[in-house]
């Protein structure tokens, strides 16, 4: 879900303008899955662009204060949610952890790092969500050293059902500050994609095992 459309479509139209999406309908991406893909997303250039950085930092923290209230610790998700974690963290005044992708298989042999303590309230930071996957397996490895989970929250979502579904069954709300269809408004209210290109864009969000170009 995201809470402000007006918002939403502001950082929808910096993600586009920076090209940290790129919609290519006729010359398809290709996942590591294998799936062909319309869009490409990496909101990790966000943070080459200081204005557009703060705006993002600013929208992830309004929207903790307003959906979940201050927590005691921020975590972001290794890697893309990890710088945008760190920035939300010092923009309110908050402790910071991360969640590595698997347990180091050296040292400690943490697969969270950072000080925290059991029982304290986490808010969790990615910067993109597909499927939900990795997202709710850093929520899982929170849980289990018993941090008690609020929500996550991220810069953008393709919002596949299956996304839905997996949160949903984690028990685990999410926000987003901008979403699949809302950058399909932008893209063509900024003359970035054709009607038809819209369409076919449009069509890859409900099955992209089934999309053709």
């Given at each position: 879900?995201?809470?402000?459309?007006?918002?939403?479509?502001?950082?929808?139209?910096?993600?586009?303008?920076?090209?940290?999406?790129?919609?290519?309908?006729?010359?398809?991406?290709?996942?590591?899955?294998?799936?062909?893909?319309?869009?490409?997303?990496?909101?990790?250039?966000?943070?080459?662009?200081?204005?557009?950085?703060?705006?993002?930092?600013?929208?992830?923290?309004?929207?903790?204060?307003?959906?979940?209230?201050?927590?005691?610790?921020?975590a972001g998700v290794a890697t893309g949610g990890?710088?945008?974690?760190?920035?939300?963290?010092?923009?309110?005044?908050?402790?910071?952890?991360?969640?590595?992708?698997?347990?180091?298989?050296?040292?400690?042999?943490?697969?969270?790092?950072?000080?925290?303590?059991?029982?304290?309230?986490?808010?969790?930071?990615?910067?993109?969500?597909?499927?939900?996957?990795?997202?709710?397996?850093?929520?899982?490895?929170?849980?289990?050293?018993?941090?008690?989970?609020?929500?996550?929250?991220?810069?953008?979502?393709?919002?596949f059902d299956l996304a839905h579904s997996n949160?949903?069954?984690?028990?685990?709300?999410?926000?987003?500050?901008?979403?699949?269809?809302?950058?399909?408004?932008?893209?063509?209210?900024?003359?970035?994609?054709?009607?038809?290109?819209?369409?076919?864009?449009?069509?890859?969000?409900?099955?992209?095992?089934?999309?053709?170009?």
């Open positions: 879900m995201i809470l402000n459309e007006e918002n939403a479509l502001q950082v929808a139209q910096y993600l586009l303008q920076i090209k940290a999406i790129k919609l290519s309908p006729n010359d398809p991406f290709t996942w590591a899955s294998g799936i062909k893909s319309p869009i490409y997303c990496d909101n990790r250039v966000t943070l080459s662009y200081p204005q557009i950085r703060t705006a993002i930092r600013q929208g992830y923290s309004e929207c903790i204060l307003d959906y979940f209230g201050k927590p005691d610790v921020i990890i710088a945008q974690g760190a920035l939300v963290a010092e923009e309110l005044g908050l402790p910071f952890i991360y969640i590595r992708s698997e347990t180091k298989a050296h040292g400690m042999g943490n697969q969270i790092e950072g000080y925290y303590e059991e029982g304290q309230k986490v808010v969790v930071i990615e910067d993109l969500i597909s499927t939900g996957g990795s997202s709710l397996k850093a929520i899982a490895a929170l849980r289990e050293v018993k941090l008690d989970v609020q929500g996550l929250i991220a810069i953008f979502t393709y919002g949160f949903a069954n984690a028990e685990c709300p999410y926000i987003t500050l901008t979403n699949y269809d809302i950058m399909l408004k932008s893209a063509l209210k900024n003359n970035l994609i054709s009607t038809d290109e819209l369409k076919s864009l449009e069509a890859w969000s409900k099955d992209p095992k089934k999309w053709k170009k």
